[in-house]
């Protein structure tokens, strides 16, 4: 099985937590992140110094771009959920880099995502 990591978990990371470290490196399989990740982590860098960490991050490992279908994917998931559950733009962009890829979201964030039904979760229990 292959995964999409979001934000939350891979700013854990980031953050040296070791728990979440720990459940990265027993992921058995690939595992990716999206460009929204990407450019969520650049924005919320406290310094130059983390800054170069993340761009470091996103050199390594495979990010996945959008695509016009991610685009018309995000677009539906927010005519069906921003009014009734609050989805967010980048939140969108992620659940639908998810399901067009065919992926797993790996998040601890259930609450922005569990009312998508063709959305594969996987909450860490770090």
Known sequence: M?????TDVLIDVSRDKEAAIEFLDQLD?????SIITAMEL????RNQKEVSEIDQ???????????????????RLLKKFAKSHGLRVFD????????EENLTLVTKNKKHF?????????????
């Open 2 to 6: 292959a995964y999409l990591v979001d």
């Open 29 to 33: 399989d690939f595992w990716l992140m």
């Open 42 to 45: 650049m924005v919320g860098a």
């Open 57 to 75: 991050l996103v050199a390594v490992y495979s990010v996945i771009p959008l695509a016009a279908e991610i685009g018309a994917t995000a677009y």
């Open 92 to 99: 969108s962009l992620i659940a639908a880099t998810a399901i």
């Open 114 to 126: 569990q009312m998508i039904d063709n959305l594969k979760l996987e909450i860490p229990g770090y």
